[in-house]
């Protein structure tokens, strides 16, 4: 199995190792509702290095991902931030989610997730090789994620940094951005492993205590958070994903992957909804459900920690009544429809 | 992993069982079985007088990573449930031995408990 390079580090501090997508990572240190409660409240310090870090080269970047995203990569061109989009393939169907990040002069970076890593690196490649891009696939590197109303003041103790939101800041192979997997403010820290290890042992010093991957998913579906794989595979695409907003087809002649399919899909019939219960018991991802006039499927279901109830994502009609219900071991439950960023809905 | 108490009886699906003075059973799950759980979140308990054969399913445990029924590791009558896990059910994850408990039950055939796997074989079910 692969293992990042704090394996022994999640191991000496009890941390429960799972096989996640081929990688043995801590799904919790003892309790992932502490976990995840220490991150909304405090902080907390994530090793993500499991997903995959590509660095492109070549004088074209911007032209290559004008075509690869559906999002435009013009509007962080020469802003030094970070721009969410799915991937998508000619169809329109959604073949993962990534972060690019501006790291200055023309030089991006793409992280995506850690189960399509192969399919990405065959799909860039494929795509690069038409506008003369290199895809340096970063096989080895650290990504800390530091999650939490504190974390600002964690990061100021290791360096002094003003960014913000989507903001990138890069020094030599360092590099932070003010993104996160988490609803709460945060960063996100990219290095080689040697810098990594240094820096992961610094933020445990101050006391920042490890979260492992079991929060991380609650956390992400509080802030209604799409997970691929899950809430939107290869056969949905970005208007039944609650991910209209990143695709941009303002710009007429920019003719990236998926667009016609698309231009066909905008006022699709399905939409990914939150949904929450106060009944007793946990719907899950998979579990279907019924409202008058129609029927859906969980995408996503969880107990949440901070609203201490049932909650989760469903792919049902767009014109859906508020109220559904569902099956739990043979005992019927009301379910409430809602919109997806519960951390504002259910506050 | 805490020490596995020695005068419980189990059953390999990690409920355990324990005679008490006044010949009832008191019934939970063992501690590495909330492990694997993790934290619990939701209970399911019987409705007290309800009948239950051997390795019948009676409860239902829910993490917030899964749901898991909870099987009788003896036949017969339920006399008392622990109320408490209603609204406390992270108890079962702090002491899943004593506080934890789920159901008392009054057993119909008191042998019943002698064929169940003792704490020894329980722990080698446990580590397997």
């Known amino acids: 199995m692969n293992t990042t390079y704090l394996n022994a580090f999640h191991h000496a501090e009890g941390g429960n190792m799972v096989d996640f997508a081929g990688w043995e990572m801590p799904i919790n240190y003892g309790s992932q509702i502490n976990e995840h409660n220490l991150v909304r409240q405090e902080v907390g310090v994530f090793d993500v290095s499991h997903m995959a870090v590509f660095d492109l080269k070549g004088d074209n970047q911007i032209s290559f991902l004008e075509k690869l995203l559906p999002n435009n990569i013009n509007k962080i061109k020469s802003l030094k931030k970070a721009l969410y989009s799915p991937l998508l393939n ?58 939490g109303p504190s974390s600002k003041a964690i990061l100021d103790k290791l360096i002094q940094t003003n960014i913000k939101n989507f903001e990138v800041y890069t020094d030599s192979n360092l590099m932070i951005a003010g993104t996160g997997y988490t609803g709460e403010k945060g960063f996100e820290i990219i290095s080689d492993k040697t810098k990594g290890e240094e820096i992961w042992h610094e933020i445990i010093n101050h006391g920042v205590k490890p979260i492992g991957l079991a929060a991380r998913d609650t956390l992400r579906l509080e802030a209604g958070l799409n997970l691929y794989g899950s809430d939107m595979t290869e056969e949905n695409h970005p208007y039944d994903s609650n991910l209209s907003w990143t695709v941009d087809l303002k710009s007429k002649d920019r003719d990236f992957i998926g667009r016609d399919a698309l231009q066909t899909k905008t006022d699709s019939p399905n939409i990914l909804c939150g949904f929450y219960t106060n009944e007793r018991g946990v719907l899950r991802s998979g579990a279907k459900i019924s409202y008058e006039g129609g029927s859906g499927t969980i995408t996503s279901g969880t107990w949440s920690p901070t609203f201490k109830k049932n909650i989760g994502l469903c792919r049902i009609d767009r014109n859906h009544p508020n109220e559904g219900r569902a099956f739990l071991r043979d005992k019927e439950i009301n379910l409430f429809f809602c919109e997806t960023n519960f951390l504002k809905y259910l506050k | 992993m805490a020490d596995i108490p020695n005068n419980l009886k189990f059953l390999d ?108 074989a329980y722990k080698k079910v446990s580590e397997s």
């Open chain 1, 90 to 147: 000619y169809k329109g169907g959604i073949l993962d989610d990534l972060i690019v990040y501006h790291l200055g002069d023309s030089n991006f970076r793409l992280v995506s997730n850690c189960a399509t890593r192969e399919q990405n690196k065959k799909w860039f490649n494929e795509i690069a090789s038409e506008f003369n891009v290199e895809v340096d696939f970063k096989s080895d590197y650290s990504i800390i994620a530091l999650q």
């Open chain 2, 13 to 120: 699906s990690h409920e355990w069982a324990r005679l008490e003075d006044d010949g009832t059973v008191t019934v939970g799950i063992s501690d590495h079985a909330q492990e694997l759980l993790g934290d619990i979140v939701f209970v399911e308990l019987p409705d007290i007088g309800k009948n239950i054969a051997k390795k019948g399913d009676i409860a239902v445990v829910e993490s917030v990573k899964a749901a898991s029924d909870v099987y009788s590791p003896v036949s017969g009558e339920i006399t008392e449930i622990n109320e408490v896990l209603n609204d406390n059910p992270e108890i079962i994850n702090a002491s899943p031995y004593d506080e934890g408990w789920f159901f008392k039950i009054k057993p119909q055939d008191i042998e019943e408990l002698a064929n169940l796997l003792d704490s020894e």
